[in-house]
């Protein structure tokens, strides 16, 4: 069999990470073939997909319950063909109720398996440290915060800093973008999530909240994000000509809008990174919300507050996450040019603490030389 690894990507953000990830893999070793699940970034970086992101993303104890008997066979399906290649190892990017139980099943074959991207034990299950390192090779860390999590322990790391550096850069000037979408100042940008479940509990009270704000401020303008492969029945709403969506160009919108309601996530850090104030909301079934209050360790969720070390963009969850209280959030940073200002200088800091560009080089780096020495 020709060198080949496996790739897995569960989710929109893991395929996001892995497009470049697997490119940089080829720079490297070019004829290395690489399988798995990802999307059309992987796709088109020459990864074999057997299972495409929008098949596997769920959210949710309630949600993923109901998909066991499916998850549990893909896992023997995978751990299988895995051998049948005779694969020489994996990478596993995120997704860790998935990929943690993969993982052990590939140690248990010995193949050995690089983490791209650490699970949450900083916010909860930190005993998860100790059952990655009895199947994880290497982990590669992606926030600055988390490489000393893992120094503590015998689990072998490397912080490769994050690929937001590399990605999160405006391609049109603001003026040009909103111009050719027939938009203008203020611009409120609503990010709804890139999975089903998120966009089917956040996008109503983000229209509320557009709503409540449109009948204060004159001439608000709105625009929605909506994540590649959702369906559009999710974004079924009344015409209104001062509010569009668009299914691409999330960065470039970031950078042409004045402020943006923000499902909790990876886009919060990049509207930190595009310097653009946020609020930042989640929503989900009660069983999770319950279960996610007793065991989260972290006084924020927010990826652009928790890389701060504070609150710099105000969180709604779950009662929280009213129309009401998201037009309340966000609306000086749409009206005063002063508090506006004063936000941009806040998310500033964060970019600092995120390392130097070129993550995926490092990544991939970091990949070869532990499988393949």
């Known amino acids: 069999m020709p060198d080949n690894l496996l790739i897995i990507a569960g989710e929109p953000s893991g395929d996001a990470l892995g497009g470049p990830l697997a490119e940089e893999i080829h720079r490297i070793k070019p004829n290395l073939e690489l399988w798995g699940y990802g999307g059309e970034k992987m796709r088109a970086a020459g990864v074999e997909i057997l299972s495409e992101v929008e098949e596997l993303a769920v959210m949710g104890f309630v949600d993923v319950l109901g998909r066991l008997p499916e998850m549990f066979r893909r896992l023997r399906d995978l751990s299988a063909e895995a051998v049948t290649r005779k694969v020489d190892g994996a990478v596993l990017i995120d997704y860790p109720g998935f990929n943690i139980r993969l993982a052990e099943r590939l140690a248990k074959r010995g193949i050995p398996v690089v983490y791209y991207v650490s699970p949450q034990v900083w916010a909860w299950k930190p005993g998860r440290v100790h059952r990655l390192a009895k199947s994880v090779s290497r982990m590669l860390t992606i926030l600055p915060f988390e490489e000393e999590i893992y120094r503590q322990t015998s689990l072998p790391v490397t912080f490769v800093g994050h690929y937001f550096l590399d990605t999160v850069s405006q391609k049109a000037s ?3 973008f909103r111009a050719e979408l027939g938009l203008d100042e203020p611009l409120l940008l609503l990010l709804p999530g890139s999975r089903k479940q998120e966009v089917s509990r956040l996008l109503e009270p983000m229209l509320g909240a557009f709503a409540i704000l449109s009948g204060r401020i004159e001439n608000l303008h709105g625009l929605i994000i909506k994540a590649p492969g959702l369906p559009d029945g999710l974004f079924d709403f009344p015409e209104n000509p001062r509010l569009k969506i668009i299914e691409d160009n999330a960065i470039d919108a970031m950078f042409a809008s004045t402020a943006a309601i923000c499902c909790s996530g990876s886009a919060t850090l990049q509207c ?13 079934d009660t069983i999770s919300a319950a279960i996610y209050r007793r065991f989260i360790k972290t006084p924020h969720i927010g990826l652009s507050n928790l890389v701060a070390g504070r609150e710099i963009s105000q969180e709604l969850l779950q009662s929280d996450a ?17 508090a506006r200002r004063d936000k941009v200088v806040d998310l500033g800091e964060i970019r600092a603490k995120l390392g130097q560009p070129g993550a995926s080089r490092r990544a991939a780096g970091a990949v070869i030389s532990e499988i393949y020495g």
């Open 322 to 338: 009213t129309a009401k209280n998201l037009a309340s959030a966000i609306e000086p940073f749409l009206t005063d040019s002063a």
């Open 174 to 176: 603001p003026a040009e």
């Open 272 to 284: 930190a990174l595009a310097e653009l104030p946020h609020a930042i909301t989640y929503l989900t």
